[in-house]
Each structure stands twice: as structure tokens, then as C-alpha cells.
T-cell receptor, first 116, second 114 residues
Framework: DAGVTQSPTHLIKTRGQQVTLRCSPK?????VSWYQQALGQGPQFIFQ???????QRGNFPDRFSGHQFPNYSSELNVNALLLGDSALYLC???????????????FGAGSRLTVL | KNEVEQSPQNLTAQEGEFITINCSYS?????LHWLQQHPGGGIVSLFM???GKKKHGRLIATINIQEKHSSLHITASHPRDSAVYIC????????????????FGTGTRLQVTL
């Protein structure tokens, strides 16, 4: 049973470029969340997708956008890249049911983005 | 003040020692997550608990909802336990599925030496 898979694992971009990161959730999961983790910091919530819609959003600018597909996989897009966007981008999946706040999460290994 | 605070920030232990990592939070929650992150980034979910105590192998997690405090214990620590341990709580409660909008603590970096 595959867990959460993310691609690419590493990539390098230059300022002003655009990037797309991809996430396939764990089998049976239907909710995908994206997190940004800067070096030495804890992850910060970007947004959450369920039923192909953005359901929750953290404190990130509109340059960060996403999409969820009918097969529950998701993409994170970042436009007009800044040096400060360099980080590890983590995807986590869960199944949207049960007691609020009590859903088991599975994390991917992350995509490490370097902006030069 | 951070909504989720962990202590200590860094911890060095010798193999075999009993280890405790603490997490205090200021928001109302229905569940708390303990996560392990190894160098390179991959995060593994260790526990999700909403009350009492859970045990998995050498790992034990406890939570006191009234005091808004949780602890992660590692018994008979081993060098392979070296990692960053993070507690995380949901930002909101009430709507099913909001579990994945988590606020993370800053993490405790554990180094277990021989």
C-alpha cells in the first residue's frame, strides 16, 4: 500500500519563475494538505483540498495556488518565485471523516525547492 | 507567544536513557499529533491522541486536555531514535476534515549517542 508520493524530490528554479509540485495521496485518503517548511523551522500550513476545492488556507499570498483532481491527487503551484520560497514542501493526506481534529495524517517525503 | 511550544529544543542522550519531550498548547483542540522528522525531511506520524495515553513499542505519548499539555517518552533510547520530534495541533475544530490544518511546534532535536 503506497503512502503519499511527491514529485519532484528536488528542483532548482530562479526568481520570477513558476513551479508545480505534485502529490498523490495515500490509497483511501481523499483530503490533501500542503505545508511549507523553511530550513530550521516547523511546517506552515498553506492550504487544504477536499472534493477538488480549496477548503482551508493559511497565511500565504495568492502566488500560491493549488488544484485537486478527481483521483484525489493534488498540485501546488507557485508563481513569481522569490528567494524566500526556498523550502521543503510537504504534502499530507487524510480521510475526511470522524471526529474533528482526529484524522490520521500521512506525510510525503517532500519536494525541496531551491530558488536562486 | 506561539500556540504550540515544545521543550527542550535540543536534547542529547546516551543510548539506553529514558527521554521525555514536552508540548504545551494554548488553543482548544480535540486531538494532538506527535510526528518524527528525520534529516532529509520525511515526516512520520507517531501518534494521534485525544485523551489519556498511547504506547507503540518504546514510544509512549500522554495528553492532559485540561492542562493543555502532552508528553512523548522514549524508553531505552537508541541512536536510530535521533530525529526531530514535533507536536502539532489542529488550528480549528468542529468541522470534520480540518485535522490536516495543523499548527506545528518548533520541534525537539534529539541526538542519541552510543
Amino acid at each position: 500500500d503506497a503512502g503519499v508520493t511527491q514529485s519532484p524530490t528536488h528542483l532548482i528554479k530562479t526568481r520570477g519563475q513558476q513551479v508545480t509540485l505534485r502529490c498523490s495521496p495515500k490509497s483511501g485518503h481523499d483530503t490533501v494538505s500542503w505545508y511549507q517548511q523553511a530550513l530550521g523551522q516547523g511546517p506552515q500550513f498553506i492550504f487544504q483540498y477536499y472534493e477538488e476545492e480549496e477548503r482551508q488556507r493559511g497565511n500565504f499570498p495568492d502566488r500560491f495556488s493549488g488544484h485537486q483532481f478527481p483521483n484525489y491527487s493534488s498540485e501546488l503551484n507557485v508563481n513569481a518565485l522569490l528567494l524566500g520560497d526556498s523550502a521543503l514542501y510537504l504534502c499530507a493526506s487524510s480521510f475526511r471523516t470522524g471526529v474533528a481534529g482526529a484524522n490520521v495524517l500521512t506525510f510525503g517525503a517532500g519536494s525541496r525547492l531551491t530558488v536562486l | 507567544k506561539n500556540e504550540v511550544e515544545q521543550s527542550p529544543q535540543n536534547l542529547t542522550a546516551q543510548e539506553g536513557e529514558f527521554i521525555t519531550i514536552n508540548c504545551s498548547y494554548s488553543v482548544g483542540i480535540s486531538a494532538l499529533h506527535w510526528l518524527q522528522q528525520h534529516p532529509g525531511g520525511g515526516i512520520v506520524s507517531l501518534f494521534m491522541l485525544s485523551s489519556g495515553k498511547k504506547k507503540h513499542g518504546r514510544l509512549i505519548a500522554t495528553i492532559n486536555i485540561q492542562e493543555k499539555h502532552s508528553s512523548l517518552h522514549i524508553t531505552a533510547s537508541h541512536p536510530r531514535d535521533s530525529a526531530v520530534y514535533i507536536c502539532a495541533v489542529p488550528l480549528f475544530r468542529g468541522e470534520a476534515g480540518t485535522a490536516s490544518k495543523l499548527t506545528f511546534g518548533t520541534g525537539t532535536r534529539l541526538q542519541v549517542t552510543l
